[in-house]
């Protein structure tokens, strides 16, 4: 998998061992002024504080919902750069009014890569510049979006479940058009950072995937709810998968 996100690679670099997927609850019709918040200014301050900003989204389905994922090279790295960030100025600054906007913060799960080279590669990405994040408008259903999918797994049943998407998902999902882009298995590692809870009972296997807009994903859904080897993954689940269809900010590196 491993593939190139806004340009063709210089190298097979591999980013991001730990990653976290964050899902706010914000209070009715502050999506936006959260994205301001977020897009103009606490993104330079954490990745000066060491983390990578992977990727901040709409959720195209739930209006009150903002989605992101961040990365770090390692648990004892995630705890030092969260320290940095968390008591520094940038933070101090911003705390207040990104609070503001916020129900709730602490839907997290804890990741890493699925199997050697399932992360993100990013070599050659870069963020557009800033100002013009716009609002998704009528038209954002040409666009392309990125989907996320949370597979939640029978206790044990991570390796085989891993192999098998590997092995006969990824060149289906690659067949029907879309464009694997990560995947990620829970890291089940004492929480680094405490002060920001994690979903540590959670046993998850997550895809993110790039679809050419909303048109092509409910036409990709379709076509998995009759494919054999989609159907064959069902039997690892302990419950039914999340799907996140989601729309990038103008600063998202993922877009």
Not at 94 to 105: K, L, P, Q
Not at 162 to 182: C, H, K, N, Q, V
Not at 197 to 210: D, Y
Request: glycine share 8%; proline share 7%.
């Amino acid at each position: 998998m491993n593939l190139p996100v806004n340009a063709p690679p210089k190298s097979g670099l591999n980013a991001s061992p730990v990653v976290e997927l964050r899902q706010y609850v914000l209070k009715p019709g502050q999506r936006d002024a959260l994205i301001g918040i977020f897009d103009g200014h606490l993104i330079e301050g954490q990745e000066v504080a060491g983390m990578t900003i992977i990727g901040q989204f709409r959720d195209l389905d739930r209006p009150d919902m903002f989605v992101w994922l961040r990365g770090f090279d390692g648990m004892e790295a995630r705890k030092n750069a969260l320290t940095a960030f968390y008591e520094g100025p940038v933070w101090a600054a911003w705390r207040d009014a990104a609070n503001a906007t916020m129900i709730s913060s602490d839907d997290v799960l804890l990741l890493k890569p699925a199997w050697p080279g399932a992360g993100f590669d990013l070599t050659g990405s870069q963020r557009a510049d800033f100002p013009g994040d716009k609002k998704p408008s009528r038209d954002n259903r040409l666009s392309g979006i990125v989907v996320i999918r949370i597979h939640h797994l029978r206790p044990g049943a991570e390796a085989d479940f891993a192999s098998r998407f590997e092995t006969d998902a990824i060149p289906m999902l690659a067949a029907l058009g879309a464009r694997p882009l990560a995947a990620f298995v829970s890291e089940h590692a004492e929480n680094s950072f405490p002060r920001l809870p994690v979903r540590t009972s959670e046993n998850v296997f997550i895809t993110v995937t790039g679809i050419d807009g909303t048109d092509a994903h409910a036409s990709l859904e379709a076509a998995l709810a009759t494919a054999p080897v989609w159907q064959a993954l069902q039997s690892d689940l302990a419950r039914p998968t999340e799907t996140l269809r989601l729309s990038p900010t103008s600063q998202s590196l993922l877009g």
